[in-house]
């Protein structure tokens, strides 16, 4: 037994030549695409003044959660300007908000396939476990051989890592739909894409907005092992930290790493229901047209006196 062995590594490094010397074309279409989506957002929040990104930060803060997370974002982010690292924190933020956005777009249709179709689940359940368990760093592997050093392997890899909780949390927030609910629209006739659109995407929300929570903090995670495939960032700044033994400029960047976090979660968290956050401005607004409508409500609903005829 001792000169057995499974050539299980030679298999995937084959697999991994053949995809890039097959797909070359494919390889060159993706990092392209890539390459345009961060760089472009990386200059826009770049070229935006420094003043005016806080601001609307902070505002956005408000809007979906409370006014103390608004005067803590322009606090966190101030700090990140005096630490001078806000071209880094801004390149970080573009890759994670690209990365989220490609892993949303892929895990909430799979994950509503997965919930309606129970082949689709048992074959995707064993991939997820496998996305989760495997380390990160092995992504950059592969990535690296189809993308070369940059920011497209770091994406790549980021997307791959982010991708099974929005899975999960999808299929888990549409399975958990109340059948009774669901079985009261087949009654009154609606196809499954109504019931989908109009019962279950709405009821189970909350419980997608919290996948889509953690494909952000995951892919935000995944900023460092990014920095090491070569991507720019404050990943980049802890990996040069780390090379040369920097403990300034590794803690600058790690803060970095937590205020961008901290602001995402926050922001992120509020999204499924910012009626619950008494602070938040939209909250707030829909609640007062709640109430007029249900003033609205009560005044129709007081019926009219018929007056008494004459000389009964």
Do not use: C
Not at 64 to 85: D, K, P
Not at 91 to 116: D, E, F, H, K, Y
Not at 156 to 172: C, D, K, N, Q
């Amino acid at each position: 037994m001792d000169g057995f062995r499974i050539p299980v590594g030679e298999w995937a490094a084959t697999a991994v030549d053949w995809v890039r010397d097959n797909l070359e074309a494919l390889l060159d279409v993706i990092s392209m695409v890539v390459r345009f989506l961060v760089d472009g957002l990386t200059d826009l929040l770049v070229a935006t003044p420094i003043p005016i990104a806080v601001l609307a930060a902070a505002l956005i803060s408000w809007l979906l959660r409370s006014w103390q997370l608004a005067v803590g974002t322009v606090i966190m982010f101030t700090v990140i300007v005096g630490m001078q690292m806000w071209v880094s924190a801004m390149q970080t933020l573009a890759l994670v908000l690209v990365a989220a956005l490609v892993a949303i777009a892929i895990s909430i249709p799979l994950g509503i396939w997965s919930a309606r179709n129970a082949t689709v689940r048992a074959v995707v359940k064993p991939v997820l476990d496998f996305m989760q368990t495997m380390p990160a760093f092995v992504y950059l592997i592969p990535a690296i051989v189809f993308f070369s050093i940059g920011v497209v392997p770091g994406v790549v890899a980021t997307v791959i890592f982010s991708v099974p909780p929005g899975v999960r949390m999808t299929e888990l927030g549409i399975r958990g739909v109340d059948p009774e609910t669901v079985e009261a629209g087949h009654a009154f006739g609606a196809t499954p894409r109504q019931i989908l659109r109009g019962v279950q995407l709405p009821l189970a929300l909350p419980t997608i907005m919290a996948g889509v929570n953690q494909v952000i903090m995951l892919a935000l995670s995944m900023a460092v092992i990014a920095g090491m495939a070569g991507a720019d960032g404050l990943g980049k700044k802890v990996v040069e930290a780390i090379s040369t033994i920097n403990t300034a400029q590794g803690v600058e960047a790690g803060l970095g790493v937590v205020f961008l976090a901290v602001f995402l979660d926050r922001v992120t968290a509020a999204l499924g229901n910012p009626s619950e956050y008494r602070g938040s401005l939209l909250g707030a607004l829909r609640r007062r047209r709640g109430k007029r409508r249900a003033d609205a409500d009560a005044i129709h609903a007081v019926p009219e006196r018929v007056p008494t005829p004459v000389g009964a």
